[in-house]
Every structure is written in structure tokens, then in C-alpha cells.
């Protein structure tokens, strides 16, 4: 714990006499990153949310607007419709995604616009035959 500094002394000059003391005792030697960069600062542009980033980052959290969030599960889905081993867990994936897709069609949320619509569930079920006929 520190003194308190006393009434009549400029409070710049209190601190530096502090901070030599403690240099002269050597409480500054040995610290960890002595002499090291600070770490993760790249550039002086300022970012007042850098610290919310560098916590996402370190936590492995990303966040996505909704609509792109729905997106990329709407990709997902198609792509585990097409390797899906049944035409009925197809369809089950396809109506699922599809009644995400319509609600924010018409309840839209910030952010951008979707920019997509339902899936044509009997014509992905129709290429996910032609697939498998293939693959055969």
C-alpha cells in the first residue's frame, strides 16, 4: 500500500518520487513482457471495441447478422439434404430450413436483406435422386 500524499505537494511530482522508489527497490525488474510488445496490436488505427474482439476471439465466438446466419444454415442444410441417406430426411431438412427462411422473409431484422427464398422441396428431392443414380 501507498502513503497518501501529502497536502502541499504536486501530485506529478508525488507519483514520480513513487515510482523511482520502487524502481530503486526493484519491484519493476522481473515483470512478465518486460521488454516485449504489447501483443495483439498490429496497427494505431483505434478501435473502441477491440477489446470485445480480442475476447470473441480467445473464446472462439464469431457473431453474423440473422439473415447471413440464416444463410449460411440454409447452404449447410442443401448440402446435408443432397448427402442425406433418405428421401424423407431430406424433406425433413429441406421444411425446416424452409420455415426459417419464410418467417424472416416476412418478419424481416436489421441488417441486410436475405436475399433468398424457400427451397423448391421436389425439385432438390428430384436432383438428390438424380445424385444418388449417379453415384450408383
Known amino acids: 500500500m ?3 500524499k501529502p497536502p502541499g505537494v504536486p501530485f506529478e511530482s508525488w507519483v514520480d518520487k513513487q515510482i523511482h522508489d520502487a524502481e530503486r527497490r526493484g519491484e519493476f ?7 516485449k510488445p504489447l501483443p495483439e496490436i498490429t496497427d494505431t488505427s483505434y478501435d473502441e471495441l477491440w477489446w470485445i474482439k480480442r475476447k470473441m ?4 465466438l464469431a457473431v453474423l447478422p440473422p439473415t447471413l446466419a440464416l444463410r449460411k444454415e440454409a447452404e449447410d442444410a442443401l448440402a446435408a439434404a443432397y448427402a442425406a441417406p433418405s428421401e ?6 429441406l421444411t425446416d430450413v424452409n420455415v426459417r427462411i419464410s418467417e424472416m422473409m416476412f418478419k424481416p431484422p436489421p441488417g441486410p436483406p436475405l436475399g433468398m427464398k424457400p427451397y423448391d422441396v421436389e425439385d432438390v428431392v428430384r436432383q438428390w435422386r438424380e445424385r444418388r ?4
Open 57 to 60: 476471439a480467445r473464446e472462439g
Open 88 to 93: 424423407r430426411i431430406v424433406r425433413k431438412i
Open 29 to 35: 525488474d522481473q515483470l512478465p513482457g518486460a521488454g
Open 2 to 4: 501507498t502513503e497518501r
Open 133 to 136: 443414380a449417379a453415384q450408383a
